[in-house]
């Protein structure tokens, strides 16, 4: 990708650069800011509790069903305080679900 852009500014100038990264990656970044995507919830939560209350998210996961059919539910606490509940065919999909909720309560409460 890197080589392609450097292709586009080497044969067409920076402007030419800018238009092709831009009408790539404007579409994502506004996704991004929207809070729609592929966002990384649990580092988004880590980064905002430890900036604004000093401290790390802790996740208790419980698991249940057969192993073909498994579920799981995170919870995420920080300070004691339960602030989200998640769900998911994984580990990884029920924290990240935790994770949305809790970062969203914290924003909401006036971080970030």
Do not use: C, N, W
Not at 83 to 91: A, I, P
């Amino acid at each position: 990708m890197e080589a392609v852009f450097g292709a586009v500014y080497l044969d067409r100038g920076i402007d030419a650069a800018r238009q092709v990264i831009e009408g790539l990656f404007r579409p994502r970044i506004e996704a991004y800011v929207r809070g729609e995507g592929d966002r990384d919830y649990k580092t988004s939560l880590q980064e905002l509790a430890a900036q604004d209350l000093g401290r790390l998210p802790e996740y208790r996961v419980e698991e249940r069903g057969p192993d073909h059919e498994k579920e799981f539910t995170a919870t995420v606490y920080l300070a004691g305080r339960e602030l989200g509940r998640g769900t998911g065919r994984s580990k990884k999909e029920a924290e990240q679900g935790a994770a949305r909720e809790a970062h969203g309560r914290l924003a909401s409460e006036g971080g970030e």
